[in-house]
C-alpha cells in the first residue's frame, strides 16, 4: 500500500462545475497535509495546507480532512480551464520531519 | 517568483558516469530538497539539507550523494549513473521544517 494514494485520473469537469479530488493515507499520525499544483511541464507550487479536521477555505479552493477516515480532500468551485493541471496530495510523517507526496490527480476543465 | 534556480536544465548522459546537478537559491532559506519525479510515483524525496553541511537521507537515497557548502547552493551527484535514474529532478526550498514551499523548473537527466 501506497503512504499516500491519488487516483490518477483524469478527472474532467465542464467549466463552471465544482471539482473534487481525493486522497488517502497511511499513516496516523500524520499531523499536516498539503495541496500542490502542477501545471504540464512546470514545477510544483503549494496551493492549500490544512493541519484539522474540517474544512478551509482559500478563495475557489477548499480543502477538508478528516483524520479518522485518514482521508484528504481539495474542492475546486467555478472550475476554470486555467485550473487544468496535476494535483498532488502530500503529507507530512508523523515527526514532521519528511513530506511524502502522492502521484498526481490530473484534471481537466472543458470550456 | 522566488529564487530558485537549477543548473543544467537538461542533461543527456552515459551509463556509468558521473553526473552533478546545481540547485542555487537567493531566498536564505535553511531547509534545501532534492526530489525525483516519475510517471506513477509522484515527486520522490532524495536527500534534503536543514543547514550548512547537514543533510539526511530520503526515500529513494541510494545511488546518490549530495553537499551542501553554502547556503545558497546544494549539489546533487549521481556517481555512476544509471537508466534507472532517468528523470526529471527536482529541487525544493523551505525556510523551515515543513513541506517544501517553493520548487526549481526541474532538470530533465536522460541516461542512455
Known amino acids: 500500500q501506497k503512504e499516500v494514494e491519488q487516483n490518477s485520473g483524469p478527472l474532467s469537469v465542464p467549466e463552471g462545475a465544482i471539482a473534487s479530488l481525493n486522497c488517502t493515507y497511511s499513516?496516523?499520525?500524520?499531523?499536516?497535509f498539503f495541496w500542490y499544483r502542477q501545471y504540464s511541464g512546470k514545477s510544483p507550487e503549494l496551493i492549500m495546507s490544512i493541519y484539522s479536521n474540517g474544512d478551509k477555505e482559500d478563495g475557489r479552493f477548499t480543502a477538508q480532512l478528516n483524520k479518522a477516515s485518514q482521508y484528504v480532500s481539495l474542492l475546486i468551485r467555478d472550475s476554470q480551464p486555467s485550473d487544468s493541471a496535476t494535483y498532488l496530495c502530500a503529507v507530512n510523517n508523523t515527526g514532521g520531519f519528511k513530506t511524502i507526496f502522492g502521484a498526481g490527480t490530473r484534471l481537466f476543465v472543458k470550456a | 517568483d522566488a529564487g530558485i534556480t537549477q543548473s543544467p536544465r537538461h542533461k543527456v548522459t552515459e551509463t556509468g558516469t558521473p553526473v552533478t546537478l546545481r540547485c542555487h537559491q537567493t531566498?536564505?532559506?535553511?531547509?534545501m530538497y532534492w526530489y525525483r519525479q516519475d510517471p506513477g510515483h509522484g515527486l520522490r524525496l532524495i536527500h534534503y539539507?536543514?543547514?550548512?553541511?547537514?543533510?539526511d537521507k530520503g526515500e529513494v537515497s541510494d545511488g546518490y550523494s549530495v553537499s551542501r557548502s553554502k547556503t545558497e547552493d546544494f549539489l546533487l551527484t549521481l556517481e555512476s549513473a544509471t537508466s534507472s535514474q532517468t528523470s526529471v529532478y527536482f529541487c525544493?526550498?523551505?525556510?523551515?521544517?515543513?513541506?517544501?514551499?517553493?520548487f526549481g523548473p526541474g532538470t530533465r537527466l536522460t541516461v542512455t
Open positions: 539539507s536543514y543547514g550548512v553541511k547537514d543533510t
Open positions: 531566498e536564505n532559506h535553511r531547509y
Open positions: 525544493a526550498i523551505s525556510p523551515g521544517q515543513g513541506p517544501p514551499r517553493h
Open positions: 499513516d496516523r499520525g500524520s499531523q499536516s
